[in-house]
Nanobody
Framework: QVQVAESGGGLVQPGGTLRLSCATS????????IGWFRQAPGKEREAVAC??????????YYPESVKGRFAVSRDNEKNTVYLEMNNLKPEDTAIYYC???????????????????WGRGTQVTVSS
């Protein structure tokens, strides 16, 4: 089964920074748009970042809730996609997931109908 794995979560104070990683050895991520999502207790899952594949110049997408604070990037040599989160707020507390679509032929934003590879998530807690 194709898998991706998130890492880098943890406890951080408000205003702090974390960088999450999403990696896999099952496929070359550079050919796929990759999305980051989060889900807080009692809330629906929401998209927080997306990066297009190399053929689409790795353009990025962010919702208004995180725009200016979160940045997604990729390192193709490491086959890893990163999510850098700055100026973190308590409302950013959630489990963060990365996900990939079943085809290279879709661009950001990624919708549920095209996503078929998910990681197990990494917990981010923002608290003083």
């Amino acid at each position: 089964q194709v898998q991706v794995a998130e890492s880098g979560g943890g406890l951080v104070q408000p205003g702090g920074t974390l960088r999450l990683s999403c990696a896999t050895s099952d496929f070359s991520m550079e050919y796929y748009a990759i999305g980051w999502f989060r889900q807080a207790p009692g809330k629906e899952r929401e998209a927080v970042a997306c990066i297009n594949n190399e053929n689409s110049d790795s353009t990025t997408y962010y919702p208004e809730s995180v725009k200016g604070r979160f940045a997604v990037s990729r390192d193709n040599e490491k086959n890893t996609v990163y999510l850098e989160m700055n100026n973190l707020k308590p409302e950013d507390t959630a489990i963060y997931y990365c996900a990939a679509p079943y085809t290279i032929n879709v661009d950001c934003p990624l919708t549920d109908d095209v996503l078929d590879t998910w990681g197990r998530g990494t917990q981010v807690t923002v608290s003083s």
